[in-house]
C-alpha cells in the first residue's frame, strides 16, 4: 500500500503564495490518480485539485481555478500544490490522496493558515 507524506504547508498572508508537496513510496507511483483535499473543522472534505495517472489530465474545484496548480513528477515519486492568490478562506488542513482500482489512501495532512 502507498504511504503518503505532505510537506509545505505554514502561514502565509493573503494574497501570497505556498506550495505543498506530497512524497509516495512503497508502490508504482504510476498507476495512481493523485489528487489534494481540504477540510476545515465542521465541514465535508473539499476537492481541490486532481491529477490523471495515465495522462496527467487536471481538474480543479471552482473555489481555487486559476489560483492553484497541482503537478506530478513520477521520476521523485511525487506530487505538487503549488498555490497563489492565498484567501483567508483557503486556510484548512489539506490532505494527500492517492487511488486507483485496488486502495484508496490518504497522507496525515499539513496545516495551511492564510491571514491578513
Known amino acids: 500500500q502507498v504511504q503518503l507524506v505532505e510537506s509545505g504547508g505554514g502561514s502565509a498572508q493573503s494574497g501570497g503564495s505556498l506550495r505543498l508537496s506530497c512524497s509516495a513510496s512503497g508502490v508504482n507511483f504510476r498507476r495512481y490518480r493523485m489528487s489534494w483535499f481540504r477540510q476545515v473543522p465542521g465541514k465535508e472534505r473539499e476537492l481541490v485539485a486532481t491529477i490523471g495517472a495515465t495522462d496527467s489530465h487536471t481538474t480543479y474545484g471552482d473555489s481555487v481555478k486559476g489560483r492553484f496548480t497541482i503537478l506530478r513528477d513520477n521520476a521523485k515519486n511525487s506530487v505538487y500544490l503549488q498555490m497563489t492568490s492565498l484567501k483567508l478562506e483557503d486556510t484548512a488542513v489539506y490532505y494527500c490522496?492517492?487511488?486507483?482500482?485496488?486502495?484508496?489512501?490518504w497522507g496525515q495532512g499539513t496545516q495551511v493558515t492564510v491571514s491578513s
Open positions: 490522496n492517492a487511488r486507483d482500482i485496488w486502495e484508496d489512501s
